[in-house]
């Protein structure tokens, strides 16, 4: 059986002063398109490239819900998301599988 994997993930820029939460069904390749600023938007005007975060679902609904609830959050919820997993805010781009 095949099993269909979405994302929701945060980028954040090299001095952690923005924050992006997107949604995907191929995360390698989305933060590529990212990376080598491939879509035009606010991720390539203010060079937001590094993941810090992200979360997998298998229901494409409940990975927009929650994409949703965070974007409604604030900062400080966040930010604390983030640190429980990735308290350095390192990129995690190379960890993805």
Do not use: C
């Amino acid at each position: 059986m095949f099993y269909k994997r979405y994302f929701v993930y945060f980028l954040s820029n090299y001095p952690n002063t923005y924050l992006y939460i997107g949604v995907t069904n191929n995360l390698q390749k989305r933060i590529y398109q990212h990376k080598t600023k491939a879509v035009d938007g606010f991720t390539r005007k203010y060079n937001i490239n590094k993941l810090v975060y992200w979360e997998e679902y298998g229901d494409s609904r409940e990975t927009i819900v929650r994409e949703k609830y965070l974007k409604g959050k604030k900062r400080s919820f966040k930010n604390k998301l983030i640190e429980l997993k990735n308290p350095e805010y390192k990129d995690l781009y190379s960890t993805i599988e």
